[in-house]
């Protein structure tokens, strides 16, 4: 057997490094993203933390391409230059084809789901400023849920009373009842004023003024900077009110029924007054998630413990509940041991919601029967909401926290939820279903989510 000559053996050698730069070619697609830098896996924090970074690629790395990245054609030509390979996956299968060899797919990329979102509990505040009823089920109005803050408590002027003035009002609970037709009268509407230490008082609703025997004169009150026509309920509650919160002068009014109070201006693509609030402060719907309230009750625990190291007494942790945020829908994930966690303030994020959509796995039991025929009720995020000093309030004890607590939730806040400003917990919505619709407790709620994930995704 013959060696190689001299000559012979350039020649391999030369091969052999020809073949070394196909296969260096051939993983450039694999250990580069499509911009030319290492591919990585960016991890978004919740408001007020920090994102991060997974994967093989080091920090070295993108750097190193950081000042001037390829663009995608470029580092797909530069590749196939290398491997002597077409410069494109098209061109890459016809290849293959003409070589009578079937292109593999590429592998089909990780389906994350999203956890699976539901609604927790319902609260309807009949009178703005008092005291939450939750109900298992509510129905959407043309200026919210049904009996949400469609009663006001007004001064000897006219002007709104909340929490802020009359922290007792957070002991104050009404709620609506509704009489049936019976010979001793029409029925309607009763609301029920509760507190304790004081009898209840029934006051038949009087939803109309002016214009009949019995029949208040229209009267016009004032929220914020919206004068609102209302109908004034009457002595006996106004006595009643007075008495409770030793606030001489008040007057219990309802809205009238065609009182128009548009919402917020902007962030909701729609023409001026295309959607009305009620009593609310500025739209008719409010959205909380558990796992945020969590969140920040852990934040407000290392913030006091970080204020009592560094002080001579200890600084109490306040441990809020919802009830002192004040919505109407809280959400939660849902139920069951494969359930993802909600992460904290993802609803942030959020742009529509789609409450009671039939899931897949339910279209698939029905074989596109019941579930079909389901409308969900559809919110629109309007626009995250900023928070006042109400929050600080004991709901229980109608009384406000001690300084170096309530300090603690205006630090903790200031640190991870403060946009310019203000502060911001929670999220309010608008509705772009009918009237009549109904949503429950244990709803599905299907997101979308704004497009670049920026926090505020409403229109």
Same mark, same amino acid.
């Given at each position: ?137 509510? +129905? ?8 949400? !803050? ?6 000897? +002027? ?123 402060? !500025? ?108 929050? +600080? ?67």
């Amino acid at each position: 057997m013959a060696f190689p000559s001299p000559t012979d053996r350039r020649w391999m050698w030369a091969v052999a490094g020809f073949a070394a730069g196909l296969s260096t070619g051939l993983l450039l697609p694999a250990l580069w993203g499509p911009t030319g830098e290492p591919t990585v896996e960016v991890v978004p924090g919740a408001p007020g933390g920090e994102g991060g970074e997974v994967g093989s690629a080091t920090a070295a790395a993108k750097e190193a391409v950081a000042d001037d990245p390829p663009t995608a054609p470029a580092v797909a030509a530069a590749g196939a230059a290398v491997a002597g390979a077409p410069a494109s996956p098209a061109a890459a299968d016809a290849s293959a084809a003409e070589d009578g060899v079937t292109a593999a797919p590429p592998p089909a990329p990780v389906a994350r789901s999203p956890p699976t979102v539901r609604i927790s509990s319902l609260t309807l505040y009949p009178i703005k400023s008092c005291a939450g009823v939750s109900v298992p089920s509510a +129905t959407v109005s043309s200026r919210g849920f049904v009996n949400d !803050r469609a009663f006001l408590i007004v001064d000897f +002027t006219g002007r709104f009373l909340t929490q802020r003035k009359l922290p007792r009002l957070a002991l104050l609970t009404p709620t609506v009842r509704v009489e049936p037709p019976s010979p001793m009268g029409p029925g309607g509407d009763v609301l029920v004023l509760a507190a304790p230490g004081v009898a209840p008082l029934d006051v038949p609703v009087t939803p109309v003024a002016g214009g009949g025997k019995g029949r208040p004169p229209p009267v016009e009150v004032v929220v914020w900077r919206d004068t609102v026509a209302a109908v004034d309920q009457g002595d006996a509650a106004a006595a009643w009110l007075a008495a409770f919160l030793e606030q001489p002068g008040v007057r219990l009014v309802r809205m009238a029924n065609d009182a128009r109070r548009p919402v917020g201006p902007g962030f909701t693509n729609g023409p001026p007054g295309a959607f009305q609030v009620a009593f609310a402060d !500025r739209y008719p719907w409010l959205l909380a998630s558990e796992a945020s309230l969590a969140d920040l009750n852990d934040r407000m625990a290392a913030e006091a413990a970080a204020i009592t190291a560094a002080a001579a007494e200890p600084v109490a942790a306040p441990v809020f509940d919802m009830r002192r945020f004040r919505p109407n829908v809280v959400v939660a994930a849902a139920d069951g041991p494969d359930a993802a966690p909600l992460p904290p303030w993802v609803e942030d994020t959020w742009k529509r919601l789609s409450v009671g959509a039939p899931t897949a796995a339910a279209a698939a039991a029905t074989d596109g029967g019941a579930a079909d025929a389901a409308t969900p009720v559809v919110f629109r995020v309007a626009e995250p909401c900023d928070r006042c000093k109400v929050p +600080t309030l004991r709901p229980d004890e109608g009384a406000f926290d001690a300084p170096a607590v309530a300090d603690v939730y205006h630090r903790t806040m200031d640190k991870t939820r403060r946009v310019g400003s203000k502060v911001m917990f929670g999220m309010n919505l608008v509705c772009d279903s009918a009237v009549g619709a109904t949503v429950s407790v244990g709803d599905i709620v299907s997101v979308e989510a704004a497009p670049n994930g920026d926090a505020n995704g409403g229109d």
